[in-house]
């Protein structure tokens, strides 16, 4: 079991940047795989990004549609995952949620949101 907690939304003009944060407590935090997803209104949730256990991006790490933009990165140290968006578009908009994967099992934070003006 794992509790998350996300943090940092917030309302920023276009071409901004917002660092997000997950705090994770329970188990031990390094031995989950972590991702960040969103939602957009009407939408269904879509995968962001993700990083393994070590902090190591695997491929396809991040989701083209923010390539080159956001920056995910974790301190196991500090239970924390992140997400640093720079470059925001009005599209960015969307509720942003943390997951936890260990094995078969996923766990969710409540989300926090990112609103994106033009």
């Known amino acids: 079991q794992v509790q998350l907690v996300e943090s940092g939304g917030g309302l920023v003009q276009a071409g901004g940047s917002l660092r997000l944060s997950c705090a994770a407590s329970?188990?031990?935090?390094?031995?989950?795989?972590m991702a960040w997803f969103r939602q957009a209104p009407g939408k269904e949730r879509e995968f962001v990004a993700s990083?393994?256990?070590?902090?190591?991006?695997?491929?396809?790490a991040y989701a083209d549609s923010v390539k080159g933009r956001f920056t995910i990165s974790r301190d196991n140290a500090k239970s924390t995952l992140y997400l640093q968006m720079n470059s925001l578009k009005p599209e960015d908009t969307a509720v942003y949620y943390c997951?936890?994967?260990?094995?078969?099992?996923?766990?969710w934070g409540q989300g926090t949101q990112v609103t994106v003006s033009s």
């Open positions: 329970g188990r031990t935090f390094s031995a989950f795989a």
């Open positions: 990083i393994n256990w070590s902090g190591i991006n695997t491929y396809n």
């Open positions: 997951k936890a994967n260990y094995g078969a099992r996923d766990y």
